[in-house]
């Protein structure tokens, strides 16, 4: 756009409903003669904390001054700017993506559609959160996600002018547990720090936890930056597992900090109260001269990492996953198994961190001495620097010759397609099964047949899954639990119980179901990648019923029951349960087999030995 002089800025307001004459003189405290006088007023004073409308907001929509240089106000300069607004509103009330242009809505709506008369304020609350009224974008963030998420807490705005309190008390103004104030008496007090955005996840019980062990009176949430690695208050730039490891040590109080009132004692870290760092860079107060928080994060000094844990060789691993950084990958399967394997390391001695798309390129991976890549959709490129490891868990169809070359070694979750690949490519590729967690699925956790009759943990995958697809069929009852069944159930008896179920409860209910269901990608089965489910399963010692995996039988060294046709399908989900399957002496006798031979601590140990045979080499 060309730049505006005065004249062209004076004409475009006075032709335009956004600018308001007796709303601009209310704001400004004066009262003017006539339209143009009030115009000229607002382009010698385009600076000030008056508003020229009441859903045009300057503060709001131009924080950094980006009309200065192109305009002589911010109004004319959103109002030559027609067709290239952008997506912010001149209000944080007015959303142009659902309501069009602002002046077309005016020309046939009052702007009290969009500011509601002031509620009454809730009372103050046990808890109370005080976030700065500055930076703008991030107050009114956080006045909707307390107000929305948090409604049994107090919501303090603080340190607000004139024209951030108008905006703000606009915004709360039908949020009654949110108020405009520079001070409130609560018994517990959460500050933030300016700039600091509001997480999409849970926080506030994890940041609040440790206040109620005895010497604490603080407690700092964990700040993350744009990439997911450690913000702050120490270790920045590290990945949260080594920040986990610090979890209740003392640490500065900075960024999200919560206090309780009169009591006196330490300030600790709460790591699993995490925070995006918004505008906040990346810091690191204090810690450099912490001897003890860096032995506990696993180094002797910073950037030195300690070599020697319980007195084992100690290696600093990193487990690549496919699944995302955000709370949406703690859904994906492959994070809850490097979780497990990562806990099954941290017992031989290793210093782990989960590495997702997000943090594959953080800077602190310089320091670490393995890189374990666990497959998922995408290939990725092997570390220069570190030992590379690569395991095959699933889409097997996806892996090159090339890939697995890259490796220092390769392993692959089925016998028959590692020694398919190894024979056709000349390359070792050993098999290392998928497996269970024996800390959560062992036998013995509750009775059996005392759950669902028949039970399909799973999501629909954009997909009708064969145990589901059979189940309707032959008209077998069976209780689904998982995300995207909308389009096929319920049907029948076949029924959507839950979305989910916590991850600390699926063992139980596994052990507790009469019969439970498990299929494969066709790849895998075909392939004889044994899921992770068969293993979780069997180890409580329920009943299982799986598709026709190629090699089942081999890998547990007895035969379990499989289907290939609805014929079989039909007669194995059939009553008497008791009928088709092992009694439960033998059923134990097999998970206690399971538990023995493919545990993620049996993994982890073949891990551990072939990443210290391959760096004694080098």
Known sequence: MKVLDHADAAALIDGSCLFDEEWYAATCGTTFGSRTEAIEHWLAHPDSDASPHPLFEPRWLYPGGRWRGKAPDPLSFYLAKRGARGRRGPHPRYDPERLGDIEAWLAEHDPDELLPPLEPRAAVAEVAV???????GAAVAWARHLAQRLPEVTGVLTGAGPAAERILRSVTADLPTVRVADEVDAPVRVTVDAGIRPPRWSWLPELLAPLERAGVAGSVALLLAEDF?????????????????????????????????????????????????????PVDRGNDTDADLWRAA??????????????????????????????????????????????????????????????????????????????????????EHATSLLWVISHPEEVTRDEVAAYDAAFAASRTWAARRSAEWGLPVEPLLQCTDTTRFRPGLTEPDTGPRRLFVGNARHRLRPSVAAAIETGTPLTVIGTGWDEWLPVHDVEVAAESVPNEDLPALYASAGLVLNDHWED?????????????????????LTDDVVGLTDVLGTDVP??????????????????????????LALAEKVVAEHSFDARAATLLDTALRLRSAD
């Open 298 to 383: 696993g180094f002797e000094s910073p950037g030195v990492p300690l070599r020697v844990r319980e007195g084992r060789p100690a290696l600093r691993w990193s487990i690549d996953i496919a699944a995302g950084a955000g709370p949406i990958g703690t859904r994906w399967g492959d994070y809850h198994f490097a979780r497990s394997l990562a806990a099954a390391l941290d017992r031989l001695g290793q210093w782990v961190a989960i590495d997702h798309p997000q943090t594959r390129g953080r800077a602190s991976r310089r320091l670490d001495d393995v890189v374990l890549v666990i497959r998922g959709l995408q290939r990725v490129v092997p570390s």
């Open 524 to 544: 895998m089965r075909v392939e004889g990648f044994v899921s992770n489910r068969v293993f979780d399963v069997l180890a409580t010692g329920a009943r299982l």
């Open 562 to 587: 499989t289907w290939s046709h609805l014929s079989e399908f039909a007669h194995l989900t059939g009553e008497p349960l008791e009928r088709h399957y092992p009694d439960t002496e033998t059923r």
């Open 229 to 281: 690695t450690v913000a702050g208050p120490v270790l920045a730039g590290h990945p949260v597992a080594d920040a986990e490891r610090v979890d209740g040590r003392p640490v500065p109080a900075t960024g999200v900090v919560a206090r309780r009132t009169g009591v006196t004692g330490a300030t600790v870290l709460a790591a699993a109260a995490r925070v995006p760092a918004g505008e906040i860079s």
């Open 130 to 136: 005080l976030v700065p009224a500055a930076p703008l």
